[in-house]
């Protein structure tokens, strides 16, 4: 099945349990033809490095994708790098601290 829409989520020294809910808000959707690629644009030698990595090999499936860039680049490139990335016809943006209902 082609991906239909890729949903880019940047995340910069965001909480684990607010990621997790952000995730789970998009994977909650009845649509299902989707892509998720999260973009880590923490700093180098930032804590939140680990929580995203942890993350990422906690959900790294076919429909989730992770995007660790070695440095901070600010959101507007972490998106433009998610959207690099993306296979859907269509592009979707949330923010890691956002819910979709």
């Known amino acids: 099945m082609d991906v239909y829409f890729s949903i880019v989520m940047p995340i910069y020294k965001t909480e684990k ?3 997790e809910r952000a995730i789970k808000s ?3 959707q009845i649509f299902k033809n989707w892509e998720l690629i999260i973009v880590d644009d923490n700093p180098k030698n930032s ?3 680990n929580i995203v990595r ?3 090999e906690k959900n790294r499936n076919d429909k989730i994708s992770f995007i660790i860039q070695e440095n901070n680049r600010g959101a507007n490139a972490a998106r433009n790098e998610g959207v ?3 296979k859907g016809m269509w592009c979707a943006f949330i ?3 956002d819910e979709w209902m």
């Open 84 to 86: 690099k990335h993306s």
């Open 26 to 28: 998009v994977e909650n």
């Open 54 to 56: 942890c993350l990422s």
């Open 17 to 19: 349990v607010i990621i």
């Open 47 to 49: 804590e939140y490095k």
């Open 95 to 97: 923010d890691a601290d």
